[in-house]
């Protein structure tokens, strides 16, 4: 089973694009389909976008779409999470999660019956104004 460390939080200005990493070990990152969620204050935790095991493909949350972008590269074990256009409703907790079924990252934040096979530890978003 991998183990999933994110980097790439911070305090950033509304406007500005942010780059997160997910950086994968002790596994077969390939065999995973990788996902990105946020938490924000006092909120539930939502999906942002979820990418196939190869990158071939990749799937959005309609609240999301057009300012963040997931790619991975498979040979550093790290999937990326791009965001443009910063807001302050942005601010939250990032996480990456994995696991070996695409359906189960879409779904993981709506049916409770679901988990996922690893989850990050985070990694903080503060937008200000």
């Known amino acids: 089973q991998v183990q999933l460390v994110e980097s790439g939080g911070g305090l950033v200005q509304a406007g500005g694009s942010l780059r997160l990493s997910c950086t994968a070990s002790g596994g077969a990152f390939s065999t995973y389909a990788m996902g990105w969620f946020r938490q924000a204050p006092g909120k539930e935790r939502e999906l942002i976008g979820a990418?196939?095991?190869?990158?071939?493909?990749?799937y959005y949350a309609d609240s999301v779409k057009d300012r963040f972008t997931i790619s991975r590269d498979n040979a550093k074990n790290t999937v990326y999470l791009q965001i443009y256009s910063l807001k302050p409703a942005d601010t939250a907790v990032y996480y990456c999660?994995?696991?070996?079924?695409?359906?189960?990252?879409?779904?993981?934040?709506?049916?409770?019956?679901?988990?996922?096979?690893?989850w990050g530890q985070g990694t903080r978003v503060t937008v200000s104004s």
């Open positions: 990418i196939t095991k190869s990158g071939g493909s990749t």
């Open positions: 999660g994995a696991d070996p079924i695409l359906h189960t990252l879409v779904v993981v934040t709506t049916d409770k019956a679901k988990d996922l096979e690893v």
